[in-house]
Nanobody, 119 residues
Framework: EVQLVESGGGLVHTGGSLRLSCETS????????IGWFRQAPGKEREGIAT?????????SYTDSLKGRFTISRDNAQNTASLQMNSLKPEDTAVYSC???????????WGQGTQVTVSS
């Protein structure tokens, strides 16, 4: 059974930091790129960061988050992380991780973890 389980969300004040984790099982983690997404109330889901497979390890970020968020992966532990710094109230959303193989496709999704940034 494929599982992606996010953790690390919570309530933080403006300027604070959180580190989200995505624990995975049931598929060949090394072969999948991992992405982090978020969805705020009343808004569409937004892709925020991607890290390619073990071999390439390339990362990409949505422009508005560059410098504040960092995606990483630990292939030995089959986990991915999202370090979020200098958080703002507009970062409040449900954050989800996903895994995909084909270009532009995301095959597996986690349930998400709530991040709330208070002003």
């Amino acid at each position: 059974e494929v599982q992606l389980v996010e953790s690390g969300g919570g309530l933080v004040h403006t300027g604070g930091s959180l580190r989200l984790s995505c624990e995975t099982s049931g598929f060949s983690f090394d072969d999948y790129r991992i992405g982090w997404f978020r969805q705020a109330p009343g808004k569409e889901r937004e892709g925020i960061a991607t890290i390619n497979t073990r071999i390439r390890g390339l990362t990409s970020y949505t422009d508005s988050l560059k410098g504040r968020f960092t995606i990483s992966r630990d292939n030995a532990q089959n986990t991915a992380s999202l370090q979020m710094n200098s958080l703002k109230p507009e970062d409040t959303a449900v954050y989800s991780c996903a895994a995909g193989v084909g270009p532009g496709s995301w095959d597996y999704w986690g349930q998400g973890t709530q991040v709330t940034v208070s002003s």
